[in-house]
T-cell receptor, first 114, second 116 residues
Framework: AQTVTQSQPEMSVQEAETVTLSCTYDTSENNYYLFWYKQPPSRQMILVIRQEAYKQQNATENRFSVNFQKAAKSFSLKISDSQLGDTAMYFCAFMKWGSGKLSFGAGTTVTVRA | DTGVSQDPRHKITKRGQNVTFRCDPISEHNRLYWYRQTLGQGPEFLTYFQNEAQLEKSRLLSDRFSAERPKGSFSTLEIQRTEQGDSAMYLC??????????????FGPGTRLTVT
């Protein structure tokens, strides 16, 4: 079984600043995907960014980027130029290659202050 | 709106009653997933379907839970003899399996169940 750990329950950041969320995972699989999902208050979960484990290059989507360290089983998310709309709960998730099942961490609540 | 829809959005029931939730996936999506999310936690996988076949069930899915996806379209999740521990948000997601190994899951808004 895979476990995903997010050690930061809450993070606060000033608008326009940068915040980094931590995620570690435990797996014996070699081929897998990692994701960051965003769940705004009272709104549905949406995918922010994904990383394939076989790719060494870190994924980037606009202001969102990851630092994937496969050997350390670490997958952090950096949000640059934070905006008020980034306020949400962020979940790190793992999916074994070929599986549809997502395993989520407990989440990190990010609050962007004006 | 062509996203994943769930009905009802909120359900309050008394302990011991049966409840049924419905999920309508994105129309061309052949995979459908159910997750349960308790307050302040990440979603936990319950079960998933490929077309009408239920391919995997979590050990979290006790005998009181049953899910169906007749005709491979919408899905229902039924909880019999509800308990207070069943209080949670029940999330549905769908994806399109198209021969690749990665399928993005699109989530619905969830059904919040409160058992009193």
């Amino acid at each position: 079984a895979q476990t995903v750990t997010q050690s930061q329950p809450e993070m606060s950041v000033q608008e326009a600043e940068t915040v980094t969320l931590s995620c570690t995972y435990d797996t014996s699989e070699n081929n897998y995907y990692l994701f960051w999902y965003k769940q705004p208050p009272s709104r549905q979960m949406i995918l922010v960014i994904r990383q394939e484990a076989y790719k060494q290059q870190n994924a980037t989507e606009n202001r969102f980027s990851v630092n994937f360290q496969k050997a350390a089983k670490s997958f952090s998310l950096k949000i640059s130029d934070s905006q008020l709309g980034d306020t949400a709960m962020y979940f790190c998730a793992f999916m074994k290659w070929g599986s549809g099942k997502l395993s989520f961490g407990a989440g990190t609540t990010v609050t962007v202050r004006a | 709106d062509t996203g994943v829809s769930q009905d009802p959005r909120h359900k309050i029931t008394k302990r011991g009653q049966n409840v049924t939730f419905r999920c309508d996936p994105i129309s061309e999506h052949n995979r459908l997933y159910w997750y349960r999310q308790t307050l302040g936690q990440g979603p936990e996988f319950l079960t998933y379907f490929q077309n009408e076949a239920q391919l995997e069930k979590s050990r979290l899915l006790s005998d009181r839970f049953s899910a169906e996806r007749p005709k491979g379209s919408f899905s229902t999740l039924e909880i019999q003899r509800t308990e207070q521990g069943d209080s949670a948000m029940y999330l549905c997601a769908s994806s399109l399996l198209s021969g690749g190994s990665y399928y993005e899951q699109y989530f619905g808004p969830g059904t919040r169940l409160t058992v009193t």
